[in-house]
C-alpha cells in the first residue's frame, strides 16, 4: 500500500507569509495527488487536482507542484481564512485511496 | 445542487453494528462511486471503502475488511455503509463522498456522521 508522509505535522504562521508544506509518497505516484483543505466541524473541500491543476473557485495564491514522490502546496499569502488543516491524497491506485496524516495551519 | 445528506448521530456499545445512510442529489447516483471516510476525533482521514451504484461493485480497505459492508439503494439513490464488531477505536465521524465527473478523487462530500462507541 502507498503511504504519504506530510510535513510538518502543524506550522504557525501570520497572515501574509508565503507558507509551503510537502507531501512524500513511499512509491513513485506519476501526478495523482489531491489536496484538501479542512475546517474544523466541515467536510474536506478540493484545493488542487493532479499534483498543480487548481480547483474551479479556489484562489490563485494555492499552488501544488511535484510528481513521482515528492510533492508541495504552497500558499503564496496567507489569509485569515486560510488557517485549517491540509490533507493530501493519492489516486494512483485508485479505487484504494490514501490519505497523508495532514498538516494544520496556525495563527503566530 | 448536488447534494450528499447523511443520516444522525449514533450511540453504539461495543460489539454492536451501526449503519449510516447517505442520500444523494442533484446528480444521477449510477453515474458515480460513493465512498465513505473515517475522521477518528483529533485524527487523520482514513479510506474505509466504495461502491459503485449501477452494478453494486465493492472495494474495501484492508483495514476494515470483513467489517465493513457498503451497499447502494438505486431506488432511493441512498448509499449505506454498515460497520460491524464496534469497538471505543471506532468512534469518529464518518463521511461518505462521491467522485463526480469521472474524477479519481472526492469532490463532494457528506456531512459527516458522528458514531460514539461507549459502554
Redesign the interface.
Given at each position: 500500500?502507498i503511504q504519504l508522509t506530510q510535513s510538518p505535522s502543524s506550522l504557525s504562521a501570520s497572515v501574509g507569509d508565503r507558507v509551503t508544506m510537502t507531501c512524500r509518497a513511499s512509491q513513485g505516484i506519476n501526478s495523482?495527488l489531491?489536496w484538501?483543505q479542512?475546517k474544523p466541524g466541515k467536510?474536506?473541500?478540493?484545493l488542487i487536482?493532479s499534483a498543480s491543476t487548481l480547483e474551479d473557485g479556489v484562489p490563485s495564491r494555492f499552488s501544488g507542484r511535484g510528481s513521482g514522490t515528492d510533492f508541495t502546496l504552497t500558499i503564496s499569502s496567507l489569509q485569515p481564512e486560510d488557517f485549517a488543516t491540509y490533507?493530501c491524497?493519492q489516486?494512483n491506485l485508485?479505487?484504494?485511496?490514501?490519505?497523508?496524516?495532514?498538516t494544520r495551519v496556525e495563527i503566530k | 445542487e448536488v447534494q450528499l445528506v447523511q443520516s444522525g448521530a449514533e450511540v453504539k456499545k461495543p460489539g454492536a453494528a451501526v449503519k449510516i445512510s447517505c442520500k444523494a442529489s442533484g446528480y444521477t447516483f449510477t453515474d458515480f462511486h460513493m465512498h465513505w471516510v473515517l475522521q477518528a476525533p483529533g485524527k487523520g482521514l482514513e479510506w474505509m471503502g466504495l461502491v459503485h451504484p449501477r452494478d453494486g461493485d465493492t472495494r474495501y480497505a484492508e483495514n476494515f475488511q470483513g467489517r465493513v459492508t457498503i451497499t447502494a439503494d438505486t431506488s432511493t439513490d441512498t448509499a449505506y455503509m454498515e460497520l460491524s464488531g464496534l469497538r471505543s477505536e471506532d468512534t469518529a465521524i464518518y463521511y461518505c463522498a462521491t467522485s463526480l465527473g469521472g474524477a479519481q478523487w472526492l469532490t463532494t462530500w457528506g456531512q459527516g456522521t458522528l458514531v460514539t462507541v461507549s459502554s
Open positions: 500500500a495523482a489531491v484538501y479542512q467536510p474536506p473541500k478540493v487536482y490533507y491524497q489516486f485508485y479505487p484504494h485511496l490514501t490519505f497523508g496524516g495532514g | -
